[in-house]
């Protein structure tokens, strides 16, 4: 019989549980149970929708036992089992979800971690086996197999005789070291508390065979130690249970043991409804961000259950996108169990229960928002992003569900503030919501723009994501105030005298800025009089609906998008000395105000981080006029 090797992900995985150092060795069991659970679920479905075969709940279970003398230990289940070629696509290559783990390299350097933080599935047997045995025999098939592995060396796989569907693993242990004591794991009292400790809520009974002193049936009162099988779990669903029952230790466990996450939940939901639609779920706020979240290949969904039973793994339908990184489970008795997947799409139980679990999730965030800031501002800091695409999509269908559950960073508070608190400590007279978009909070802060808009001591948000300004763009306003870019025409900051001033100014600067105008044509589409820079000569703003800040994002995109272009003013400070300049050459020296005028506008480029179209002719440019 042919040693096959493990495929190089499982490998480096095997090697990693190998050699693994980390101390919480015992949660091996807990992920050999969680298999056993999870193969039963499949059979316990199957048994309930199939009516050709016969059905008795107390044919499922998982049992635990330990052989001391020869230090193995057994977990037989009575789930679906496996094919030859399940066995072999299952075991000998790393489970996907597992294999999430090594998709990113750093992940891998901290071992460890993964194996604390995230389940590792079956392969964790070996880190305190020498030796692993399953037998397994599928639902589908008159055949047993058996697979053998001692690890790095390969596995093999051939026919055996199992009488009954379900699988049997066993595992030998490996020889104690001087720090490790492996044989506490065929120990029934470490045994049974592995199992209270983690597979508690399994659903099916996961039992044991344990000594208990029992009274002699005779006279002198005497006991003797008897074997008794006992079912070590209690077997309700942690979601079932009672919230004062449950601590966020048993929350965090119960999110470890189904690999929702590499982190610990930064918050649950326990939810219990029991009115026009009846149901119980915990949800689970992550504390960071899933390296794939932002991808195609992320899904969401929660898990889903009727009545106790999976139905499905990923039940999309019951989480908007924006709230697509929330995980959980959800179990109904109100759904069918012969439900198929297109069928449940227009479920209306369960469109009831996705849109109040809709509004829990949103009643939470703001209740974080509220009351633990800290904690939301870590939330945003992951998932803000989502929020901001969900106001976006569906034509902003949805704005209104999360505009509240928006942070941006101030220049007043220099920290996140909601628009609730910005509109709140808004002076009467202030027209509009101010913001300035650019890279960086640093770049923002340094942009001529936003001088006049501060100088009125205005607070302005600074917008740093591509999606800031589209968003806005959605919502539109906020508490009856729009949303302005200090970077737009009229800042609508100037009082009536002021504006008349202006409008003055214009008139006698007209001829010169339709010269500057011309020497720029096809560049911008106007130069004017600055109401916004004090200290800086020249700024770029956008008329009109697209910003020079979309135009960027918007050249990055792939084709239709390539054509939209912000309407570009060149805004001039009259204030500052060079308008002098810009003066003095328009009545003495055309070529002059040629080349201040290319200067000038290259620079207000420069500072609004767009390239500058021809590098050579600037720096001749300035060359000149140092000479
Ligand atoms: P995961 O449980 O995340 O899929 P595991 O490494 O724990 O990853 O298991 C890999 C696969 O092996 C499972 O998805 C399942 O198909 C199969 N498997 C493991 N244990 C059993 C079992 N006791 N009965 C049936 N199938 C099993
Ligand atoms: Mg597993």
């Known amino acids: 019989m042919a040693t096959k090797q493990f495929q190089a992900e499982s490998r480096r995985l095997l090697e990693m549980m190998i050699n693994s150092i980390y101390s919480q060795k015992e949660i091996f069991l807990r992920e050999l149970i969680s298999n056993a659970s999870d193969a039963i679920d499949k059979m316990y479905y199957r048994a309930l929708t199939d009516d050709t075969l016969t059905f008795n709940k107390d044919d499922y279970y998982i049992k635990v036992s330990a052989d001391p003398e020869n230090r193995e230990l057994k977990i037989v289940d009575t789930g679906i089992g496996m094919t030859e070629e399940e066995l072999e696509s299952n075991l000998g290559v ?28 079956f392969y964790s047997a070996f880190m305190v086996a020498e030796n692993v045995v399953v037998y397994t025999k599928s639902a589908d098939s008159n055949q047993a197999f058996k697979w053998v592995s001692n690890g790095l060396d390969g596995y093999t796989i051939e026919p055996a005789e199992k009488a009954v569907t379900g699988t049997e693993v066993i595992i030998k242990l490996r020889e104690n070291t001087e720090d490790e004591n492996y044989d506490e794991f065929v120990e029934e009292h470490t045994l049974k508390s592995i199992i209270k400790k983690y597979s508690d809520y399994i659903r099916y009974p996961i039992k044991m065979d344990v000594s208990v002193q029992k009274p002699k049936d005779n006279e002198e009162g005497e006991y003797e130690e008897i074997e008794e099988e006992q079912t070590i779990n209690s077997m309700v669903p942690i979601w079932r249970k009672n919230k004062n029952e449950l601590t966020d230790e048993d929350y965090k466990a119960f999110y470890a ?7 610990e939940p930064l918050k649950h939901i326990h939810i219990s409804v029991d009115g026009a639609v009846r149901y119980q779920a915990i949800l689970f706020i992550p504390e960071k961000t899933p390296f794939d979240f932002y991808t195609k290949e992320y899904e969401k969904g929660l898990e889903l259950y009727s009545n106790g039973v999976l139905i499905m793994e990923k039940c999309g339908d019951l989480l908007p996108d924006y709230f697509g990184f929330v995980k959980g489970i959800v179990d109904s008795e109100d759904l069918s169990l012969n439900i198929s997947r297109e069928m449940l799409q227009h479920d209306r139980q369960l469109k009831l229960i ?38 976006q999509m569906d034509f902003g269908a949805n704005k209104d569900d999360l505009k509240d559950l928006l942070l941006f960073y101030s220049s007043k508070e220099k920290k996140l503030v909601s628009l609730a608190e910005y509109t709140d400590r808004m002076p009467e007279e202030q027209k509009y919501i101010y913001y300035a978009t650019g890279d960086s909070i640093d770049r923002i802060e340094k942009l001529p723009q936003t001088e006049m808009v501060l100088d009125k001591g205005y607070e302005i948000l600074y917008f740093t994501e591509d999606i800031d300004e589209f968003a806005i763009k959605t919502i539109m306003s906020y508490e009856d105030k729009q949303f302005k870019s200090v970077a737009s025409g009229d800042l609508g900051i100037e009082s009536e005298e002021e504006e008349e001033k202006e409008k003055n100014e214009a008139e006698d ?18 130069v004017r009089a600055s109401k916004r820079l004090k200290s800086h000569p020249v700024c770029l703003t956008a008329d009109g609906e697209v910003s020079i800040e979309m135009e960027k994002i918007l050249q990055q995109m792939p084709d239709q998008n390539q054509h939209v272009k912000a ?28 080349l201040y005028t290319n200067i000038l506008y290259n620079q207000a480029l420069l500072i609004e981080g767009l390239p500058v179209e021809d590098p050579v002719a600037l720096t001749n440019d300035m060359c000149k006029v140092m000479a």
């Open 94 to 121: 790393i489970a996907k979800s597992g294999s999430l783990a090594f998709k990113n390299e750093n992940e891998i350097k901290d071992g460890h971690d993964i194996i604390g933080q995230f389940g590792v599935g």
């Open 509 to 526: 600067n007209k001829e010169l800025f339709e010269e500057i105008k011309t020497l720029l044509s096809g560049k911008v589409k106007d």
């Open 354 to 391: 996705a849109k109040n679990i809709k509004n829990k999730i949103k009643g939470q965030l703001k209740t974080m928002l509220k009351d633990e800031r800290e904690e939301y501002e870590k939330f945003f800091e992951a998932f803000g992003r989502q929020l901001k695409f969900g106001i």
């Open 257 to 263: 043991e189904k690999h929702y996450g590499f982190d």
């Open 567 to 594: 309407d570009k003013v060149l805004e001039v400070n009259i204030n500052h000395s060079i308008y002098q300049s810009l003066k003095g050459a328009y009545d003495n020296d055309k070529d002059k105000l040629s």
